[in-house]
């Protein structure tokens, strides 16, 4: 029986290689299993002894009591090369040089958070002042543009911006500071 099923194993006959697979797969994983001490590999190792054992029908001795060694030694020489290109991967891993640390980004997100609340409340307390106001707070603190910059842009005297400005910014950090604390509260 057993030079049968070996005469048909070497002819590649799939049926006997199902045969073989159903009856020592689980012998093969369990073997795996234990050696490496994860089921994946040992899953892995499964299929590449059966690969393995198929693309090596071939030489497979004609006589035999049983194909169980012949099929034992594939497990293990697929273990030794799994551990040999794992023990690679960790050397080749370990010549790479460390990356950047991740940094933390809870804090930069709530300060992004507090950012986009008091944007918020300065465009709340922006739209409370007068349009001329507006224009010149927007012009030189958001544009950057200088006192005779804004007063080009606006068609007013430079003096003008300069005291609408000031007392734009008074206006403009209570206001905002008002609405920062409703915010607040409502929050609570």
Same mark, same amino acid.
């Given at each position: 029986?057993? #030079?049968k099923? #070996?005469?048909?194993l070497? *002819?590649g006959?799939?049926?006997?290689f199902?045969?073989? !697979?159903?009856?020592h797969?689980?012998?093969?994983?369990?073997?795996?299993?234990?050696?490496? =001490? %994860?089921?994946?590999?040992a899953?892995?190792?499964? @299929? +590449?002894?059966? +690969?393995?054992?198929?693309?090596?029908?071939?030489?497979l001795?004609?006589?035999?009591?049983?194909?169980?060694?012949? +099929?034992? =030694?594939?497990?293990?020489?697929?273990?030794?090369?799994?551990? #040999?290109?794992?023990?690679? $991967? #960790? *050397?080749?891993?370990?010549?790479i040089p460390? =990356?950047?640390?991740?940094?933390? !980004?809870?804090?930069? +997100?709530?300060?992004r958070?507090? %950012?986009?609340?008091?944007?918020?409340?300065? $465009?709340? *307390?922006?739209?409370?002042? @007068? @349009?001329?106001?507006?224009?010149?707070?927007?012009?030189?603190?958001?544009?950057? &543009?200088?006192?005779?910059?804004?007063?080009?842009? &606006?068609?007013?005297p430079?003096?003008?911006?300069?005291?609408r400005?000031s007392?734009?910014?008074?206006?403009?950090?209570?206001?905002?500071?008002?609405?920062?604390?409703?915010?607040?509260?409502?929050?609570?």
């Amino acid at each position: 029986m057993e #030079r049968k099923t #070996r005469a048909r194993l070497r *002819a590649g006959d799939p049926a006997a290689f199902s045969e073989l !697979f159903d009856e020592h797969a689980q012998a093969i994983y369990r073997y795996a299993a234990r050696t490496t =001490g %994860d089921w994946a590999a040992a899953e892995d190792v499964v @299929s +590449l002894t059966f +690969l393995e054992a198929w693309r090596l029908r071939g030489r497979l001795e004609p006589e035999g009591d049983s194909v169980v060694p012949w +099929l034992f =030694g594939i497990a293990t020489n697929v273990l030794r090369n799994k551990t #040999r290109a794992t023990r690679r $991967h #960790r *050397a080749a891993l370990s010549r790479i040089p460390p =990356g950047d640390p991740v940094p933390d !980004f809870a804090d930069e +997100l709530v300060g992004r958070f507090e %950012d986009a609340q008091r944007v918020e409340a300065a $465009h709340t *307390a922006l739209a409370q002042l @007068s @349009s001329t106001d507006r224009e010149i707070i927007t012009l030189c603190v958001w544009a950057g &543009l200088d006192y005779a910059g804004t007063a080009e842009a &606006l068609g007013i005297p430079v003096g003008t911006v300069r005291s609408r400005l000031s007392r734009a910014r008074t206006r403009l950090r209570e206001l905002t500071k008002t609405t920062m604390q409703k915010t607040m509260q409502g929050e609570n």
